[in-house]
Nanobody, 124 residues
Framework: QVQLVESGGGSVQTGGSLRLSCAAS????????MGWFRQAPGKEREIVAA????????YYSDSVKGRFTISRENAKNTVCLQMNSLKPEDTAVYFC?????????????????WGQGTQVTVSS
């Protein structure tokens, strides 16, 4: 069982930066692929970025490519999402998710564990 807790959300102006962190409990964190999803009001949850268990594979949605960076430190059981050049359309609740799959899923239902989410608000 893996438990995930996000932190680092907040409010910034357009062009600002935030760094989200996800702390995982459990001895098998290093075996899990990790993803960041977001959900804006009235919209479906969407993939933002994902990283394989060893960091060898990464995925970014087109909307964040070049602005966001996903990373992980297995020794610290953490995965981070560095978000730069933020835009109002990035406003959403951001969720950390874990999967036992060896690939890097981009679909929410392929993730086994979820955090509670952290709010990110970008004002113009």
């Amino acid at each position: 069982q893996v438990q995930l807790v996000e932190s680092g959300g907040g409010s910034v102006q357009t062009g600002g930066s935030l760094r989200l962190s996800c702390a995982a409990s459990g001895p098998t964190f290093s075996m899990y692929g990790m993803g960041w999803f977001r959900q804006a009001p009235g919209k479906e949850r969407e993939i933002v970025a994902a990283i394989s268990w060893n960091g060898g594979s990464r995925y970014y949605s087109d909307s964040v490519k070049g602005r966001f960076t996903i990373s992980r430190e297995n020794a610290k059981n953490t995965v981070c999402l560095q978000m730069n050049s933020l835009k109002p359309e990035d406003t959403a609740v951001y969720f950390c998710a874990g999967t036992s799959r060896l690939d890097v899923p981009t679909i929410a239902r392929r993730y086994d564990y979820w955090g509670q989410g952290t709010q990110v608000t970008v004002s113009s």
